[in-house]
């Protein structure tokens, strides 16, 4: 149906259901309840009804080997989505993201049907990463049966209890953080500076596509090698005790608190958009929600009372994360020397600055 609507309706990316339910919806308010309320990603997923229907209709039960690929395809397809949303030239084009998302969701189906349901776990990249982001909740379902049973524990208990990782979904781990921080950076004037544009007059995406795509490349590159050298080096320290495959699951902290507070601000700005558009989605003077008509407003951002609030919640959600990943990365590590934990510190620590500097610096629009 979004699909059709982003064919067929209104070519204005805030009028029209596809963007706004995608990029505000999906994208930013999914992640954000999966980091709270477990994952909601399962209610809603959109292949796995089809999928089983369809290998049921097929009688197929066989599998095609695309489960020895680990994440690694996860991972193409994070790519793929990373240089259409910070680097193609219109991603909030409706029609345009309907086709990417028709696209997409075809191939995916295809291969689930191929390879088995179970595969979306480690295949599609939407699934793994609201799985991902879901371990840190406190809430979270168990199946038992054919029961599921609502579980609390503290945030992050579930990471405690994951298996040691694969080195295709430390790659993908890796992966979400550099997409999260290339995205701040290359709003920033020290970004554009760097790629010779003057931030107060930026020349648009279709002049700088092969200098973001390049930044892309060079931010996982980086990230991957901080967290092999501090994983190196703690592993060294500790005389091997120290394993990477373990701790590495306190970056699942770091990536959901990042997202929470990078996305704050696009969440109480197009949120309005998407209330309105689902409210009235036909843009005839309807009432679908039952709310009462209402204008979008940006005076917030201007409020001198309300911004120093907002920048507080995104403080503490980074802030928050990183002394969680802190915690569960002393749990994980188990019994080592305390200096074995010296590296991953520093480089938490490191994070938690880069972070908070992408958030307060001066930014293109």
């Given amino acids: 149906g979004l699909v059709l609507v982003g064919l067929l309706g209104n070519r204005d990316p805030m009028h029209n259901l596809i963007t706004l339910v995608f990029w505000t919806g999906v994208w930013i308010a999914v992640p954000l309840a999966s980091a709270v309320f477990g994952n909601l990603w399962r209610a809603i997923n959109p292949w796995t009804g089809p999928v089983r229907i369809a290998r049921t209709l097929l009688g197929r039960r066989g599998r095609i080997g695309l489960a020895r690929l680990g994440h690694w395809p996860a991972i193409g397809f994070y790519l793929w989505f990373i240089w259409f949303q910070m680097i193609s030239l219109y991603p909030d084009d409706p029609a345009v993201l309907a086709q990417a998302a028709a696209t997409y969701w075809l191939i995916i189906f295809t291969l689930a049907v191929a390879e088995g349901e179970d595969w979306l776990e480690q295949g599609e990249f939407l699934t793994v990463l609201f799985g991902f982001v879901a371990r840190i909740a406190p809430l979270w379902h168990e199946d038992d049966g054919p029961r599921t049973r609502l579980m609390a524990g503290w945030p992050g208990a579930q990471v405690l209890r994951m298996p040691p990782l694969s080195l295709s979904a430390m790659v993908f781990i890796a992966l979400a953080l550099s997409a999260l921080t290339f995205e701040g950076l290359n709003e920033t004037f020290f970004w554009q500076a760097l790629i010779g544009q003057n931030p107060l007059e930026p020349m648009g995406r279709s002049a ?5 795509s390049a930044g892309v490349l ?5 990230t991957l090698a901080a967290l092999w050298a501090g994983m190196a080096l703690g592993h060294r320290i500790s005389g091997g005790a120290f394993r990477a495959d373990r701790v590495m699951l ?3 902290a770091i990536a959901s608190g990042y997202h929470a507070a990078h996305y704050l601000v696009m969440l109480l ?3 309005q958009y998407t209330l309105a558009a689902l409210n009235d989605p036909m843009m005839t003077g309807d009432s679908w929600l039952g709310l009462p ?3 979008v407003s940006f005076g917030f951002l201007t409020d001198a009372r309300l911004m120093p609030l907002i920048y507080a919640a995104q403080f503490a959600a980074i802030l928050g ?3 969680l990943a802190v915690i569960l990365s002393l749990r994980l590590a188990g019994p080592v020397r305390a200096v074995a934990h010296l590296p991953l510190t520093m480089l938490m620590v490191g994070y938690t600055v880069l972070g908070l500097w992408l958030l307060s610096t001066a930014r293109v629009g």
């Fill in 208 to 212: 700088v596509v092969w200098q973001n």
């Fill in 218 to 222: 060079g931010v996982f590159a980086l």
């Fill in 250 to 252: 306190s970056f699942l």
């Fill in 269 to 271: 700005t197009a949120g």
């Fill in 293 to 295: 008509p209402f204008y």
């Fill in 321 to 323: 994360a990183h002394l």
